[in-house]
């Protein structure tokens, strides 16, 4: 069935992009973070699942993942957070805000799962360096 092997594959995908993502964690004050811009999506429904994924790496690390990706001019982007994270503190809802604030954009969620999305008003990379200052903070 055409249908299975497609769903098979985009398992494989998502599973070898969390082997890859998961490496680029960085630690940031009491947190450790995984922000990356993701091109291989154009859906918030892919880039929480991938993002959910990661997570389950990190069970008992502070985690927070941020995941960007570009659509129609916008920057889109998905933050969530493990149970450790919150526990000090870390609401991806909080980091939403934050983003919105930079790019002049909306959106929100939950202390665990949040979205938002504006213009490209700053490049990711100046996106990130404002999420890290922000967090060493902490």
């Not at 805000?97 to 490049?123: C, D, F, W």
């Amino acid at each position: 069935n055409a249908e299975k092997k497609i769903k098979q594959l985009e398992q494989i995908t998502q599973k070898h992009q969390v082997e890859i993502l998961s490496r680029e964690i960085r630690d940031v004050g009491k947190v450790s973070i995984i922000a990356q811009q993701i091109n291989s999506t154009n859906s918030f429904g892919e880039a929480r699942s991938l993002a959910k994924s990661i997570l389950g790496n990190f069970t008992t690390r502070p985690l927070l993942v941020v995941l960007v990706f570009k659509s129609l001019n916008k920057l889109n982007a998905v933050v969530v957070t493990n149970k450790p994270a919150r526990n000090i503190g870390i609401d991806a809802t909080c980091i939403v805000n934050l983003m919105n604030k930079i790019i002049g954009g909306s959106g929100g969620g939950r202390p665990e799962i949040a979205q938002g999305s504006g213009p490209e008003a700053v490049t990711v990379t100046q996106l990130f360096a404002e999420i890290y200052k922000n967090l060493a903070r902490l």
